[in-house]
T-cell receptor, first 115, second 112 residues
């Protein structure tokens, strides 16, 4: 099915370990986003990529890095995981950054626990 | 600073009991207001986009309306399968990024 695919679905890390969350979309969308969702906090934007070759910080970028590998793929890296990064991470995509007639398409999420 | 507030935080209804969810916003230059549905363990699923005051959109038992300060998601004769968290997001024209701001959501439970 067309959409946004995230891997892995679940991950447990020890404090200080690193990992990369993968995201791929097959809708030929230009813009991609990484959000984290915490209880009582709603969805908060970490980084986004308006188009291939560009990335920008969102509301909560500290402790994260991103790579827009090509038009389809946008990865999120935690270089040194901290317990405060325990969260559910969602990748999303849209046809364009500024025109959201059909909103975002979200992946199913990665549930990350840092111990 | 753009703000989006959803109320109530949680809502329990009996099957068939109609109600409304609220999304109030304070932004400069509204470009669009979005409603999403999120089931447990899944990502948000897009429902509606509203662009201007007075606009309405409908889908099955859901109807979204928009004024200059708030949006309502009306649920008519809900069924247990309507149970989910409903998220509102607002996109404003100022600030340059055009990235929507999300509310914290309303958790809806419909009892049979």
């Amino acid at each position: 099915n067309a959409g946004v695919t995230q891997t892995p679905k679940f991950q447990v890390l020890k404090t200080g370990q690193s990992m990369t969350l993968q995201c791929a979309q097959d809708m030929n969308h230009n813009s991609m986003y990484w959000y984290r969702q915490d209880p009582g906090m709603g969805l908060r934007l970490i980084y986004y990529s308006a188009s291939e070759g560009t990335t920008d910080k969102g509301e909560v970028p500290n402790g994260y890095n991103v790579s827009r590998l090509n038009k389809r793929e946008f990865s999120l890296r935690l270089e040194s995981a901290a317990p405060s990064q325990t969260s559910v991470y969602f990748c999303a995509s849209s046809a364009q950054k500024g025109l959201l007639k059909k909103g975002y398409t979200f992946g199913s999420g990665t549930r990350l626990t840092v111990v | 600073e753009d703000q989006v507030t959803q109320s109530p935080e949680a809502l329990r209804l009996q099957e068939g009991e109609s109600s409304s969810l609220n999304c109030s916003y304070t932004v400069s230059g509204l470009r669009g207001l979005f409603w999403y549905r999120q089931d447990p363990g899944k990502g948000p699923e897009f429902l509606f986009t509203l662009y201007s005051a007075g606009e309405e959109k409908e889908k099955e038992r859901l109807k979204a309306t928009l004024t200059k300060k708030e949006s309502f998601l009306h649920i008519t004769a809900p069924k247990p399968e309507d149970s989910a968290t409903y998220l509102c997001a607002v996109q404003a024209g100022t600030g340059g990024s055009y990235i929507p701001t999300f509310g914290r959501g309303t958790s809806l439970i419909v009892h049979p």
